[in-house]
């Protein structure tokens, strides 16, 4: 079992930065990778970036170059540094932990093992 907690949202102008954290309390599996997900209102729940526990990372396309996801593996804490933030960066965004794969499982909702409850995110133009 692995708890999750998000931090760090809030509301900035558009071009403006967050960097959103994830506390990870791990009681039974270690997880094998970790990511974030984002959630407008009326739409899916989609994958932002993810990390493997190779190190190996990957972006949705709509964040590359803007969004940098990384992971303290001695304190299990996994942040979001989000640049250059847009308004239809506007979510509810979700820490994710995948159980087994590597770090593929943590691109798609349908492989995840634990998520957070959610820190909102509001950029304004």
């Known amino acids: 079992q692995v708890q999750l907690v998000e931090s760090g949202g809030g509301s900035v102008q558009d071009g403006g930065s967050l960097r959103l954290s994830c506390a990870a309390s791990?009681?039974?599996?270690?997880?094998?990778?970790m990511g974030w997900f984002r959630q407008a209102p009326g739409k899916e729940r989609e994958g932002v970036a993810a990390?493997?526990?190779?190190?190996?990372?990957s972006y949705a396309d709509s964040v590359k170059g803007r969004f940098t996801i990384s992971k303290d593996n001695a304190k299990n804490i996994l942040y979001l540094q989000m640049n250059s933030l847009k308004p239809e960066d506007t979510a509810m965004y979700y820490c994710?932990?995948?159980?087994?794969?590597?770090?593929?499982?943590?691109?798609?909702?349908?492989?995840?093992?634990?998520w957070g409850q959610g820190t909102q995110v509001t950029v304004s133009s």
């Open positions: 994710a932990a995948g159980s087994f794969g590597g770090r593929w499982a943590c691109t798609t909702t349908g492989y995840i093992a634990a």
């Open positions: 791990i009681y039974s599996y270690s997880p094998r990778c």
């Open positions: 990390i493997g526990n190779d190190g190996s990372i």
